[in-house]
C-alpha cells in the first residue's frame, strides 16, 4: 500500500584529517547530495572524528591543532559536526569501536534529539559545531586495546581515511519485534530507522584488500552491519577494488558509490599535498585548505618542517 | 500559600500523550516530591503540554483526541493542568520555544501580582554571574520558575560535544531548569560532571532515579489496545472509557503519517546545503 519509508542516517568520517582540506568536506556534501537523490534516504548528520595522536603516524599534529581546524572547517555547516571522543580515549580506538560508540550513543540520546530540547533559530540535531569555546573533556572510558600492528601498514594508506561512506539500499530487510527495540546497529525510535554509515575514499577500500590490515571480524562489522558510503578519487576503480576482496563482494549492497565525483577538482585533493604546499609556501594551498584553517596554521606554525 | 522562602516552580512536560498514561501522571508526582523533599521548593502546578499534530509521528492520532484523554487523566490531580498552547500551533514548535511560551506567561501573570509582592520580589532578585556573559540566561531568584521535566537522556546528549548550541543549553539549564527522571543510578550524575556547562548549572538540574521517561507505556499501550489486550491500571479508567467509545487506536490509526518524515527532520530533506 505504501512505499518503504526512508532510512535516516548519520555520515561517520575517522581518518587523521593532517589537516582537513576542503576534500573532506566536499566528499561529506557530495555523499549526502547522492543519498538523497537515490530517495531513499535522508541524511540528518555528518560528523567529523580525528583519530587519536597515539595513532602513530609521522607528522601528525597535536589532536588539539587538528580538532580546532576540523572546527573551523565545519563552522558554517549546519549538519557536519566534528567529534573529539576518539581524541580523548587513553588510546587510539579501531574504526569499529568509534561506530559502535556513535551507534550505543545516538540509541540514548536520539530520542530526546528527535522530540527536540532546541531552539528554533537554525540547526538542533547534529550539526552545530562551537566556533571558539573548547570542547568539554570526556571521562576516560576503559577501552579495548586493539594490537596497534595494523597501525604501522596503515600509516602508509591512510591519507583521507577518513571518508568511508556505505549506504544500505534495501529498508525491508529489518524487521522490528517492538517499536523501541535497537536491534543491531539500527536504532529504531519514534518510528524511525536511524544508522550510522562510514564515510570513506576509494583508499580506504582498497585498503580492505590488503591481508592482515584489517581484522576479520572488524570487517564484517564496519562492512555488514553498519555499512560505507565510498567516494572515489584519483580515478580510482571501486568495482575492481570490491572484487578483491570476499568481505566487501559479500556485503555489496551495503557499500555504496557515490557517483559523478570523478574529475571533479576536489578528488585530487589530499593532506599531504596540503602539507607539501604548506611547507614549499606553495599558493595552491588555498585550493586545498579553507581559510580559517589556512589562518590557524598559520597562527600556530604547523607543518612548518617537512615530515613523513 | 507558600512558604516565604521557598521557590514555587511549575513542571512542564512536552510529549505525543499518545495516550497519555498513569506513568506521565507518576513522572508529575516523583518529581514533585523530589523538589519539595530539598526543602527548597514548592510545586505550585503541573502543565501537560501533547505535541501539534504537526509533529508528523507515526501513528500519532488527533490532537482533539489526545487534549481530551489529558484532561480526563489531569482531572484525577488537583496541581496538574493541561495547556494546548503547543498543539493549537499551525507548525510543530521545538522545544525550547514551547518551554520560552510558558515562561513568558508565567512572568505575565506575577507582574499581576500585587504590589506587595513586587517589591519584596524585586529585593530577592539578584543576577547571577553568567560565564557566557548572557544576563538574560540567568534564573531569576525569589520568582516562580518553570523546569522542564525531562529524561536522563536529555542531559546526555547536553553533554555532547557540538551537538548542541552553547547558547541553546545555557537557556535550557540556566534560564529554567530540569528535572529529569532516569532509572539508571550513576549516569545523569557522570554527563552533569563531565560537561562545563551543566556543571556550572548543576543546581538547576535535578536528577530523580525512578521511571524512565519516554513513549515506552503509550507504545505498550497502543499494541495492546490493537490486540485486544487490557490496558485497564496502565491509565486512568476515565481515558480508558474515552478510548473504547471512539475507538482509538488500531491497526489502521498507528499507519498514520508512515511515510511522512518526522517534523524536525524535514530541513533534512531535499538538496544538501552550501
Same mark, same amino acid.
Given at each position: 500500500?505504501?512505499?518503504?519509508?526512508?532510512?535516516?542516517?548519520?555520515?561517520?568520517?575517522? *581518518?587523521?584529517?593532517?589537516?582537513?582540506?576542503?576534500?573532506?568536506?566536499?566528499?561529506?556534501?557530495?555523499?549526502?547530495?547522492?543519498?538523497?537523490?537515490?530517495?531513499?534516504?535522508?541524511?540528518?548528520?555528518?560528523?567529523?572524528?580525528?583519530?587519536?595522536?597515539?595513532?602513530?603516524?609521522?607528522?601528525?599534529?597535536?589532536?588539539?591543532?587538528?580538532?580546532?581546524?576540523?572546527?573551523?572547517?565545519?563552522?558554517?555547516?549546519?549538519?557536519?559536526?566534528?567529534?573529539?571522543?576518539?581524541?580523548?580515549?587513553?588510546?587510539?580506538?579501531?574504526?569499529?569501536?568509534?561506530?559502535?560508540?556513535?551507534?550505543?550513543?545516538?540509541?540514548?540520546?536520539?530520542?530526546?534529539?528527535? =522530540?527536540?530540547?532546541?531552539?528554533?533559530?537554525?540547526?538542533?540535531?547534529?550539526?552545530?559545531?562551537?566556533?571558539?569555546?573548547?570542547?568539554?573533556?570526556?571521562?576516560? &572510558?576503559?577501552?579495548?586495546? &586493539?594490537?596497534?600492528?595494523?597501525?604501522?601498514?596503515?600509516?602508509?594508506?591512510?591519507?583521507?581515511? *577518513?571518508?568511508?561512506?556505505?549506504?544500505?539500499?534495501?529498508?525491508?530487510?529489518?524487521?522490528?519485534?517492538?517499536?523501541?527495540?535497537?536491534?543491531?546497529?539500527?536504532?529504531?525510535?519514534?518510528?524511525?530507522?536511524?544508522?550510522?554509515?562510514?564515510?570513506?575514499?576509494?583508499?580506504?577500500?582498497?585498503?580492505?584488500?590488503?591481508?592482515?590490515?584489517?581484522?576479520? =571480524?572488524?570487517?564484517?562489522?564496519?562492512?555488514?552491519?553498519?555499512?560505507?558510503?565510498?567516494?572515489?578519487?584519483?580515478?580510482?576503480?571501486?568495482?575492481?577494488?570490491?572484487?578483491?576482496? =570476499?568481505?566487501?563482494?559479500?556485503?555489496?549492497?551495503?557499500?555504496?558509490?557515490?557517483?559523478?565525483?570523478?574529475?571533479?577538482?576536489?578528488?585530487?585533493?589530499?593532506?599531504?599535498?596540503?602539507?607539501?604546499?604548506?611547507?614549499?609556501?606553495?599558493?595552491?594551498?588555498?585550493?586545498?585548505?579553507?581559510?580559517?584553517?589556512?589562518?590557524?596554521?598559520?597562527?600556530?606554525?604547523?607543518?612548518?618542517?617537512?615530515?613523513? | 500559600?507558600?512558604?516565604?522562602? @521557598?521557590?514555587?516552580?511549575?513542571? /512542564?512536560?512536552?510529549?505525543?500523550?499518545?495516550?497519555?498514561?498513569?506513568?506521565?501522571?507518576?513522572?508529575?508526582?516523583? $518529581?514533585?516530591?523530589? @523538589?519539595?523533599?530539598?526543602?527548597?521548593?514548592?510545586?505550585?502546578?503541573?502543565?501537560?503540554?501533547?505535541?501539534?499534530?504537526?509533529?508528523?509521528?507515526?501513528?500519532?492520532?488527533?490532537?482533539?483526541?489526545? @487534549?481530551?484523554?489529558?484532561?480526563?487523566?489531569?482531572?484525577?490531580?488537583?496541581?496538574?493542568?493541561?495547556? #494546548?498552547?503547543?498543539?493549537?500551533? #499551525?507548525?510543530?514548535?521545538?522545544?525550547?520555544?514551547?518551554?520560552? +511560551?510558558?515562561?513568558?506567561?508565567?512572568?505575565?501573570?506575577?507582574?499581576?501580582?500585587?504590589?506587595?509582592?513586587?517589591?519584596?520580589?524585586?529585593?530577592?532578585?539578584?543576577?547571577?554571574?553568567?560565564?557566557?556573559?548572557? $544576563?538574560?540566561?540567568?534564573?531569576?531568584?525569589?520568582?516562580?520558575? @518553570?523546569?522542564? /521535566?525531562?529524561?536522563?537522556?536529555?542531559?546526555?546528549?547536553?553533554?555532547?560535544?557540538?551537538?548542541?548550541?552553547?547558547?541553546?543549553?545555557?537557556?535550557?539549564?540556566?534560564?529554567?531548569?530540569?528535572?529529569?527522571?532516569?532509572?539508571?543510578?550513576?549516569?545523569?550524575?557522570?554527563?552533569?560532571?563531565?560537561?562545563?556547562?551543566?556543571?556550572?548549572?548543576?543546581?538547576?538540574? +535535578?536528577?530523580?532515579?525512578?521511571?524512565?521517561?519516554?513513549?515506552?507505556?503509550?507504545?505498550?499501550?497502543?499494541?495492546?489496545?490493537?490486540?485486544?489486550?487490557?490496558?485497564?491500571?496502565?491509565?486512568?479508567? $476515565?481515558?480508558?472509557?474515552?478510548?473504547?467509545? +471512539?475507538?482509538?487506536?488500531?491497526?489502521?490509526?498507528?499507519?498514520?503519517? $508512515?511515510?511522512?518524515?518526522?517534523? #524536525? /527532520?524535514?530541513?533534512?530533506?531535499?538538496?544538501?546545503?552550501?
Amino acid at each position: 500500500m505504501t512505499e518503504a519509508s526512508k532510512t535516516h542516517v548519520i555520515l561517520l568520517s575517522c *581518518g587523521s584529517f593532517n589537516p582537513v582540506t576542503k576534500g573532506h568536506i566536499h566528499m561529506f556534501e557530495k555523499a549526502r547530495e547522492y543519498l538523497h537523490k537515490t530517495g531513499r534516504f535522508i541524511v540528518i548528520g555528518g560528523i567529523i572524528s580525528p583519530v587519536h595522536d597515539s595513532y602513530g603516524k609521522p607528522g601528525l599534529v597535536s589532536s588539539r591543532h587538528r580538532l580546532t581546524m576540523c572546527q573551523l572547517a565545519v563552522q558554517s555547516s549546519d549538519w557536519i559536526r566534528v567529534d573529539p571522543w576518539e581524541c580523548y580515549q587513553d588510546t587510539w580506538q579501531t574504526t569499529c569501536s568509534v561506530l559502535e560508540h556513535h551507534r550505543d550513543l545516538m540509541k540514548r540520546v536520539t530520542g530526546c534529539i528527535l =522530540s527536540n530540547v532546541n531552539t528554533p533559530s537554525t540547526t538542533p540535531v547534529i550539526g552545530q559545531p562551537q566556533n571558539q569555546t573548547p570542547p568539554p573533556v570526556y571521562q576516560n &572510558h576503559s577501552n579495548m586495546n &586493539h594490537k596497534p600492528n595494523a597501525i604501522k601498514l596503515w600509516g602508509k594508506i591512510s591519507e583521507s581515511l *577518513g571518508k568511508i561512506c556505505c549506504v544500505r539500499p534495501h529498508m525491508e530487510r529489518f524487521t522490528f519485534v517492538d517499536e523501541n527495540a535497537n536491534l543491531g546497529t539500527t536504532v529504531r525510535y519514534e518510528e524511525i530507522e536511524l544508522r550510522i554509515l562510514l564515510l570513506c575514499g576509494s583508499d580506504l577500500l582498497e585498503s580492505f584488500c590488503i591481508p592482515g590490515l584489517w581484522k576479520d =571480524s572488524d570487517m564484517e562489522v564496519i562492512v555488514g552491519d553498519f555499512g560505507i558510503v565510498v567516494v572515489p578519487r584519483d580515478g580510482a576503480d571501486t568495482e575492481r577494488i570490491m572484487n578483491h576482496s =570476499s568481505i566487501l563482494r559479500k556485503y555489496k549492497d551495503n557499500i555504496i558509490v557515490v557517483k559523478d565525483v570523478m574529475n571533479h577538482p576536489m578528488s585530487i585533493i589530499s593532506s599531504t599535498k596540503s602539507r607539501l604546499a604548506l611547507q614549499h609556501g606553495d599558493g595552491h594551498v588555498v585550493d586545498y585548505l579553507s581559510q580559517p584553517v589556512i589562518d590557524y596554521i598559520l597562527q600556530s606554525q604547523l607543518y612548518i618542517k617537512a615530515s613523513g | 500559600m507558600a512558604a516565604t522562602n @521557598l521557590t514555587e516552580v511549575v513542571l /512542564l512536560a512536552c510529549g505525543s500523550f499518545n495516550p497519555i498514561t498513569n506513568m506521565h501522571l507518576r513522572m508529575f508526582e516523583l $518529581a514533585r516530591d523530589h @523538589l519539595e523533599d530539598t526543602g527548597h521548593y514548592t510545586v505550585v502546578k503541573g502543565i501537560i503540554s501533547p505535541v501539534g499534530d504537526a509533529y508528523k509521528k507515526k501513528g500519532l492520532i488527533e490532537v482533539d483526541h489526545r @487534549l481530551e484523554m489529558a484532561s480526563l487523566a489531569a482531572d484525577t490531580s488537583d496541581w496538574i493542568t493541561v495547556d #494546548p498552547w503547543e498543539s493549537l500551533q #499551525p507548525e510543530w514548535v521545538e522545544t525550547a520555544k514551547v518551554v520560552r +511560551h510558558h515562561y513568558e506567561e508565567l512572568l505575565a501573570s506575577e507582574q499581576n501580582k500585587d504590589a506587595v509582592d513586587s517589591v519584596k520580589y524585586a529585593k530577592k532578585r539578584r543576577i547571577e554571574d553568567d560565564y557566557f556573559g548572557s $544576563a538574560s540566561h540567568t534564573k531569576r531568584r525569589g520568582g516562580s520558575q @518553570l523546569m522542564l /521535566l525531562c529524561g536522563a537522556d536529555v542531559l546526555e546528549s547536553f553533554s555532547v560535544p557540538n551537538l548542541w548550541k552553547q547558547e541553546d543549553i545555557v537557556e535550557i539549564v540556566g534560564r529554567y531548569g530540569l528535572v529529569c527522571i532516569t532509572r539508571s543510578g550513576n549516569d545523569p550524575h557522570k554527563f552533569i560532571h563531565q560537561s562545563d556547562v551543566l556543571w556550572k548549572y548543576r543546581k538547576n538540574i +535535578h536528577v530523580v532515579h525512578e521511571w524512565v521517561t519516554n513513549e515506552i507505556s503509550a507504545t505498550h499501550v497502543r499494541r495492546a489496545l490493537r490486540r485486544g489486550q487490557s490496558v485497564r491500571y496502565l491509565l486512568p479508567d $476515565a481515558v480508558l472509557c474515552y478510548i473504547k467509545e +471512539h475507538n482509538l487506536y488500531n491497526a489502521e490509526s498507528e499507519q498514520k503519517n $508512515a511515510d511522512v518524515v518526522l517534523a #524536525p /527532520l524535514q530541513k533534512f530533506t531535499g538538496a544538501s546545503s552550501s
